[in-house]
């Protein structure tokens, strides 16, 4: 099983990014993903997760400004965030069950 984060980059407060997790040697059909980030010098937060219904849940940090969503076709699940602030700088992780992705870098900075 593999989890591949991409997306991640540099963008000024106020900005957007999309992130993509896809996993192969699985189908995410039927399972709970989500998203969690670490931030320098600190521990691992969750952020975001969604059913395998497809029901949405997040961290009140990112209430608002981020939309979670997966494709069952392609094994994907996104992190669409939008209205960057610096405080969202850190690497950004996808989860499924025991799996974890190596993990894609999101910089907010002007």
Same mark, same amino acid.
């Given at each position: 099983v593999q989890l591949v984060?991409?997306?991640?980059? @540099?963008? +000024?407060p106020g900005g957007s990014l999309? @992130?993509?997790?896809?996993?192969?040697?699985?189908?995410?059909?039927?399972?709970?993903?989500?998203?969690?980030? +670490?931030?320098?010098?600190?521990? @691992?937060?969750?952020? %975001?997760?969604? %059913?395998?219904a497809g029901n949405a849940f997040?961290?009140?940090s990112v209430k608002g400004r981020f939309t979670i969503s997966r494709d069952n076709?392609?094994?994907?699940?996104?992190l669409q965030m939008n209205n960057l602030k610096p405080e969202d700088t850190a690497i950004y992780y996808c989860n499924v069950q025991q799996?974890?992705?190596q993990g894609t870098q999101v910089t907010v900075s002007s």
């Open positions: 984060e991409s997306g991640g980059g @540099l963008v +000024q999309s @992130l993509s997790c896809a996993a192969s040697g699985f189908t995410i059909s039927g399972s709970a993903m989500s998203w969690a980030r +670490q931030a320098p010098g600190k521990g @691992l937060e969750w952020v %975001s997760g969604i %059913s395998a997040y961290a009140d076709a392609t094994d994907t699940v996104y799996y974890w992705g």
